[in-house]
């Protein structure tokens, strides 16, 4: 995890520090000229020069947070929000200014699905294959969209090719599966690297952020967003979100290793029908994921028969615990189709292989054993409580009238 190891990025741990205001959401004003001067610099977008004025234009622990994830991230900026959606629409409010049409690739967060689907941020969507977005790439579009790997399949986009076909449009990667740790889309030319925070750089499920790591013209653009519609990040969560930062390797490590154990056990379980997880699939996404990757991760999803088995399964875990968030110190099952990807209607589910028999869980840091007992008492739990197949066709069936 060379990353980590920057001693930029150690250094700065030692000088974190939680830094609120001297009046609490605004500071002591001794020189007019000057504090008019530092507000109008934030207003463009800019650093404070010297007096922050008030919260919503700069606050110092925030800026300690930006400059960790810039560094782990290895660009040169970057700007926090209130949560990983908030992160998603300052960029899309910040792109509306270079045209009218965001060309992403399915699946991503259904969160955001939703926000570009509703076109509530300005600019419309368009949709595309990985290997289609040269075809839709136009003067028109504001930015191209991409999660790998993608929520809740796994999907692993290959970030050389997409900054290729992507041309002089810009690029934006959520790389909060991955993490800092084992993906730096950065490194193959994307522009804005995005986190939703609240999941493993917070690490233990308590705290929502959302970050984008960037050049400084990006920077400027976004703070300039975020002063307007003030979707800032409370200076408490960036204190959790930078103490997160320094545990993130080890913790992503052990998780890791965790997920890949019970991944080969997953495969050869009768009732399971497909795992995904990256590097499991055809030996072309696997040299994707050894180019781009330091390691598979800890999130994989599995599909089993069906809608039923699926739900049960979540309902039946002890351990592991049924609920959506990822990235926590819990192991995390969900049902996409009902929970997160609810929204989505269910052709695009299918379409873009978000079935009804698909569960996705993300690896904590319990003992492995622990995980697995629990994981296979309630497959087996749940398909010992299945009615027979012709009940379950004549609940089907009666549910249609
Ligand atoms: C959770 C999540 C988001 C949204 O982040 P919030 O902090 O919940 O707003 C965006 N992208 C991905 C991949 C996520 O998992």
Redesign the pocket.
């Known amino acids: 995890m060379p990353l980590f190891h920057r001693t930029e990025f150690v250094a700065q741990s030692s000088s974190h520090q939680y830094a609120s205001m001297a009046l609490g959401n605004s500071a002591p004003i001794e020189d007019v000229d000057a504090a008019a001067r530092s507000f109008e610099a934030m207003a463009r977008g800019q650093k404070p020069q010297g007096n922050p004025v008030y919260g919503r234009l700069h606050n110092e622990t925030v800026a300690q947070f930006e400059e960790a994830v810039a560094c782990v991230e290895g660009l040169s900026s970057a700007v926090a929000f209130s ?3 908030a992160a ?1 629409t300052a960029v899309l409010l910040a792109a509306s200014n270079r045209g009218d049409e965001v060309v992403a690739i399915r699946p991503v ?1 259904g ?2 699905d939703h926000l570009l689907c509703d076109g509530l941020a300005g600019p419309k969507v368009c949709w595309a294959e990985a290997d289609e977005v040269a075809d839709e790439v136009g003067p028109n579009t504001a930015l191209v969209l991409a ?1 790998t790997p993608a ?1 809740p399949t796994l999907d692993v986009v290959d970030l050389r090719k997409l900054v290729d076909r992507a041309g002089r449009a810009p690029v934006l990667v ?1 790389n ?2 991955a993490t800092p740790v084992l993906q730096n889309p950065a490194k193959f030319g994307v522009d804005l690297v995005l986190h ?1 925070a ?2 493993y750089i917070g690490g233990h499920g308590d705290v ?3 970050v984008v790591a960037c050049d400084a013209q990006w920077a400027e653009e976004l703070r300039r967003v975020r002063i307007a519609t003030g979707g800032l990040m409370h200076p408490m969560a960036a204190y959790l979100l930078r103490r997160g930062l320094s545990t993130l390797p080890v913790r992503m490590e052990a998780a890791q290793k965790a997920a890949m154990r019970l991944v080969f056990r997953l495969v050869e379980h009768p009732a399971v029908d497909e795992v995904y997880y990256p590097g499991l699939g055809s030996d072309e996404t696997s040299a994707v994921v050894d180019r781009q990757m330091d390691g598979p991760g800890a999130m994989f999803s599995f599909e089993v028969s069906d809608f039923d088995v699926a739900r049960s399964i979540m309902e039946s875990v002890q351990v592991i615990t049924a609920a959506v968030s ?1 990235g926590s110190t819990d192991s995390l099952i969900q049902h996409p189709a009902s929970l997160t990807h609810r929204m989505v209607d269910e052709r695009t589910r299918d379409e873009c292989g978000v079935c009804d028999g698909l569960l996705r869980m993300s690896v904590g840091l319990e003992h492995v054993d622990d995980l697995w007992a629990d994981l296979t008492n309630a497959i087996d739990e749940s398909l010992a409580n299945q009615p027979g197949e012709s009940t379950r066709t004549r609940i089907n069936a009666s549910s249609f009238d």
């Open positions: 949560s990983g959606m998603v967060y969160g955001t999660e929520n959520d909060t599966f939703s609240s999941k929502l952020g959302g990822l």
